[in-house]
């Protein structure tokens, strides 16, 4: 068992993660392409930890790489995206809408 690299979050159990369902070979490389999540819309987005995700993967960032751009730290992203931290900054509410 190991951590997906794709949703970063699931479990890899055999071949397959459980959250987002890509598949592994017996190497640990994805064997499937995986379609990019939609584009978030930007008029009345609720800005929650699946928006943060969702838009991170839509970028093609790292949660470092979001975190550099926004001034914050990694583990903010990381509790944005799993809720552990619901409540978002209106300030990096907007700065993550401008990034769309």
């Known amino acids: 068992m190991h951590i997906c690299k794709r949703c970063v979050n699931g479990q890899v159990i055999g071949n397959q993660c459980l959250q987002c369902g890509a598949e592994y070979d017996n ?16 008029s009345d987005t ?9 838009l991170r993967m839509q970028l093609n960032l790292t949660q470092r790489q979001l975190a550099k751009h926004l001034g914050i730290t990694k583990v903010t992203v990381y509790c944005w995206e799993t809720g552990r931290t619901r409540k978002i900054k209106p300030y990096h509410q907007e700065r993550l809408k401008q990034l769309l």
Not at 29 to 39: A, D, G
Not at 47 to 52: C, K, P, Q
């Open 27 to 42: 190497n640990g490389n994805l064997t499937m392409p995986l379609e990019r999540p939609q584009k978030p819309k930007l």
């Open 46 to 54: 609720e800005v929650d930890g699946d928006f943060v995700k969702d």
